[in-house]
């Protein structure tokens, strides 16, 4: 299985900060990418597909990038909503797989 | 608007069977691949299994290949989750999505039901 390793596990930011994370695979896998955000209690809501491709009635600030085997999830304003914890996943080929998620928290 | 509700969950002892399902509404069911993806608590997400939109195409995660089966019945709109020789490290919040993709294989889970908590514990 393809391997993804997301970085950072963890990120304090302020409201309004500019944030990225990154997404790491194994092997290269086109723009076969989509990015989720996490609350607790509540279903993942898909952001980012294709790499690069802004899920519908998704905020502009959100922003995906990278082609192969880097990716990037940026967040141009931090807004308090935006506090979450954050997925990367592939689909490549099968099986699917996450990467292990990054929860972004007030500072 | 598209809506998807899981059931079937609860607690089970370990090495034990449990069925979930998906009721899906909304949409033409028939049309799309339907994605399994549970959450540990405190952890993770985990992929585990898609079905095609006709059900002739299913792939399974590493850690539940051989013990979970997927399949739907698209006259009732709904996908089946069967996890058999059920493990403590199965306990987690199961969502079933639907695809953002029509008639594909490969897709991403688009529209997520609200989960339904299986805990394995004897």
């Known amino acids: 299985a393809i391997q993804m390793t997301q970085s950072p596990s963890s990120l304090s930011a302020s409201i309004g900060d500019r944030v990225t994370i990154t997404c790491r695979t194994s092997?290269?896998?086109?723009?076969?990418l989509a990015w989720y955000q996490h609350k607790p209690g509540k279903a993942p809501k898909l952001l980012i597909y294709?790499?690069?491709t802004l899920q519908s009635g998704v905020p502009s600030r959100f922003s995906g990038s990278g082609f192969g085997t880097d990716f990037t999830l940026t967040i141009s304003s931090l807004q308090p909503e935006d506090f979450a914890t954050y997925y990367c996943?592939?689909?490549?080929?099968?099986?699917?797989?996450f990467g292990q998620g990054t929860k972004l928290e007030i500072k | 608007q598209v809506q998807l509700v899981e059931s079937g969950g609860g607690v089970v002892q370990p090495g034990r069977s449990l069925r979930l399902s998906c009721a899906a509404s909304?949409?033409?069911?028939?049309?799309?691949?339907i994605h399994w993806v549970r959450h540990v608590p405190g952890k993770g997400l985990e992929w585990v299994a898609l079905?095609?939109?006709?059900?002739?195409?299913?792939n399974y995660g590493d850690s539940v290949k051989g013990r979970f089966t997927i399949s739907r019945d698209n006259s009732k709109n709904t996908v089946y989750l069967q996890m058999n020789s059920l493990r403590a490290e199965d306990t987690a919040v199961y969502y079933c999505?639907?695809?953002?993709?029509?008639?594909?294989?490969?897709?991403?889970?688009?529209?997520w039901g609200q989960g339904t908590l299986v805990t394995v514990s004897s």
């Open positions: 999505a639907k695809a953002n993709v029509v008639l594909m294989v490969y897709s991403m889970p688009e529209n």
């Open positions: 909304g949409f033409t069911f028939s049309d799309y691949g």
């Open positions: 079905i095609a939109s006709d059900g002739t195409n299913k």
């Open positions: 092997q290269g896998i086109r723009n076969d």
């Open positions: 294709a790499a690069s």
């Open positions: 996943l592939h689909n490549f080929n099968f099986p699917c797989t």
